[in-house]
């Protein structure tokens, strides 16, 4: 039998940011997520990124820690367009399938406003399974440029009530 981890949310500080650039670094967690930024290996981009959304009185940015260790992220803002709560998250490839996203979602998801909007690529099933077992459930599709592919993909989106 596999232990579980124990995982925890902290506000994200300036000396997690190493370890974030590197995790977002991967190609395939990046080919996964799809909608990326241009250029996930520019270092000033993903700095000027964080700072943004440091900013923002709207955002909550959580760094994800597993047995101590960083191994990801969650954040929420406040889309300008609909004026909804908006979540995304990014977890470390080499931790996927040990039920790290699920626990940071839990633990992250009980301390928001309702409702949450999230989105994933269509094709990305581990999220939207992700999504589904959370709760969330399927409002709409869309489709969008993403910067992972080079090319318009659809994209589902959720709402948790």
Do not use: C, K
């Not at 579980?4 to 000396?15: E, I, K, M, Y």
């Not at 406003?113 to 399927?138: K, M, W, Y």
């Amino acid at each position: 039998m596999v232990e579980p981890h124990v995982v925890t949310l902290r506000a994200t500080r300036a000396g997690d940011l190493d370890e974030l650039f590197r995790i977002q670094l991967d190609p395939e967690a990046n080919r996964m997520a799809a909608f990326t930024s241009a250029d996930p290996s520019d270092r000033a981009a993903f700095d000027a990124y964080w700072a943004r959304l440091a900013a923002r009185e709207d955002a909550d940015n959580r760094t994800v820690r597993s047995d101590g260790r960083i191994v990801g992220r969650v954040a929420r803002w406040i889309d300008a367009e609909t004026g909804m709560a908006e979540i995304t998250y990014w977890i470390d490839r080499e931790h996927w399938g040990r039920g790290i996203a699920t626990r940071a979602m839990r633990l992250f998801l009980d301390t928001q406003p309702r409702p949450v909007r999230a989105r994933a690529a269509a094709d990305n099933a581990a999220s939207i399974a992700l999504l589904t077992r959370l709760g969330f459930v399927e409002v709409g599709r869309d489709r969008g440029f993403a910067n992972a592919r080079g090319e318009e993909i659809e994209e589902i989106e959720f709402v948790l009530r």
